[in-house]
């Protein structure tokens, strides 16, 4: 199960551990947590994250903040007991490299062989150079996924661009300008012959 700090609400970090323990309580099952303070307006922080870890169900964290350098802080100091996820889909070359061994990451909807390929490469074989080779070509799409402001409309748009048709967001967010689908289109379909 993902599961974030609560949005919009913004508790301290003892009404977060209470919560995510109240969570781990109830439904007794494995949990990946979801940093992403940027939507969430809090962050685990490392007290949280120490104690969570404390119990056998909390086992990894999807960590999306951006900041290379809490990557490098999780990394060293959570290493033995947290399965660290990159959830900055741009960074995740740098993840791997920093011992990430899972990716949840939306552009995989469309492109899952190029996803899969840098996966392999990077957490199974630590084939870095491949890795790099892997990531230049799926950076493009990853940078305008994360830097646009519209991460799920393009995900929408690459699943139809892949023959997977699955309709537009729902309000409120809007669609795509012909101008944006053609860009993004330009930048998505080598990646798909490259599968073909």
């Not at 490299?97 to 840098?118: D, I, Q, R, Y």
Request: hydrophobic residues 45%.
């Amino acid at each position: 199960m993902l599961v974030a700090a609560p949005y919009y609400a913004q508790p301290t970090q003892d009404e977060l551990l209470n919560h995510l323990l109240k969570v781990d309580d109830s439904l007794d099952m494995p949990i990946m947590l979801y940093n992403f303070p940027a939507r969430t307006g809090t962050e685990i922080g490392d007290d949280v994250l120490a104690t969570l870890l404390e119990r056998p169900n909390f086992i990894a964290m999807k960590e999306s903040t951006g900041d290379i350098s809490h990557l490098h802080h999780l990394a060293t100091h959570f290493r033995e007991k947290l399965v660290l996820s990159c959830g900055m889909d741009d960074q995740a070359l740098e993840f791997f490299v920093w011992g990430a061994k899972s990716w949840v990451a939306g552009a995989s909807n469309f492109l899952p062989e190029a996803h899969t390929s840098l996966f392999d490469a990077c957490a199974k074989r630590g084939d870095f150079a491949t890795g790099r080779q892997l990531m230049a070509q799926l950076l493009p799409v990853l940078e305008l996924l994360e830097r646009n402001g519209k991460f799920i409309q393009y995900v929408r748009y690459g699943c139809e661009l892949a023959g997977m048709p699955v309709g537009v967001a729902r309000a409120p967010l809007g669609t795509l300008n012909e101008e944006e689908r053609a860009a993004f289109a330009r930048l998505v379909q080598p990646l798909l012959r490259n599968t073909q």
